[in-house]
């Protein structure tokens, strides 16, 4: 049986196949679109193994929908269910939409650990000595990180189904997938900032705590937005969580959807436009 080649492997493999505008020193290379393709695509393939070989980095992604939809809809799900003006099964129409939108924040912490345990192992210090684009190693994490998220949001429809959720619309279903990697991929450029800028990961975890734990909760995700403070309604309102939340839900089951889905595509174009940026320069400029 032959052997299964490592992530560092891969990675040279790409490099030396490389085109030779690709191949200069990593000082003063001016890496074509094709090369950051192969680059970003070794990268990835890099990646992917390194779960092949760590499977346990898979259980947040399969653990996650089903301990999270279970808590919800069997805790929860009578009490809010009657203030919606049904019961249980009228909250999980209720709350595995707006679940979606959670998987799409929570999972996107991961980028900023992995990167930030990266950097530590003195992996980022090998990729930054090589003739590769910076953004192809960030591009690479993202796109990884949206099939975790993807592989999460399989694990929570079969969930939902098994405890009665009914998909009104499939086409809508697609739509939601789509709206939440957009608005994950988004999220994912403000955690990689944190993985290079944090000295470690259990910094990036906390950090991450502090500005995901008011944004779910904060939100319609749960439970309905009408009963809460006039002051944590405002909030709510400029939430990106709750209008993901709300066009999940229009999608899914019925409902307006057009105000909530520009306004979260809105918010995701903003925070790549900004985030983006400062991630790739800041990796650029680690010392």
């Known amino acids: 049986m032959s052997a299964q080649p490592s992530p560092a492997t891969t990675l040279n493999e790409a490099l030396r196949t490389a085109p030779a505008s690709a191949t200069a020193s990593a000082a003063d290379v001016r890496i074509t679109l094709r090369g950051h393709l192969r680059h970003t695509g070794a990268l990835v393939r890099r990646n992917l193994l390194w779960i092949r070989q760590d499977p346990e980095s898979m259980f947040d992604a399969l653990l996650m929908p089903v301990v999270f939809t279970l808590l919800f809809v069997y805790v929860f799900g009578g009490s809010i269910g009657q203030a919606l003006g049904g019961g ?77 959720f009914h998909i009104s619309s499939w086409p809508g279903l697609f739509a939601t997938v789509g709206l939440s990697a957009l608005f994950a991929s988004s999220i994912m450029w403000v955690f990689l900032t944190l993985g290079v800028m944090l000295k470690s990961a259990q910094s990036v975890q906390g950090v991450g705590f502090l500005v995901l734990f008011p944004l779910q909760f904060g939100s319609s995700i749960f439970a309905p937005t009408a009963s809460m ?59």
């Open 229 to 287: 403070p006039g002051w944590l309604q405002a909030f709510t309102d400029y939430n990106p969580l709750s209008t993901l939340a709300d066009a999940a839900r229009g999608l899914m089951v019925g409902g307006p959807v057009a105000h909530d889905l520009w306004v979260t595509v809105g918010w995701a174009v903003a925070i790549t436009a900004v985030m983006a940026p400062v991630a790739i320069h800041k990796f650029r400029t680690k010392s």
């Open 88 to 164: 249980q099964e009228r909250y999980v129409q209720y709350v595995i939409p707006g679940m979606l939108a959670m998987m799409s924040m929570t999972l996107s912490q991961g980028v900023g650990t992995g990167f930030s345990q990266d950097f530590n192992s003195g992996v980022m210090d090998r990729f930054r000595s090589l003739p590769i684009g910076r953004g192809s190693v960030l591009f690479a994490k993202i796109a990884v990180e949206l099939g975790r998220m993807l592989f999460a949001t399989a694990v929570l429809m079969v969930v939902a189904v098994l405890v009665g």
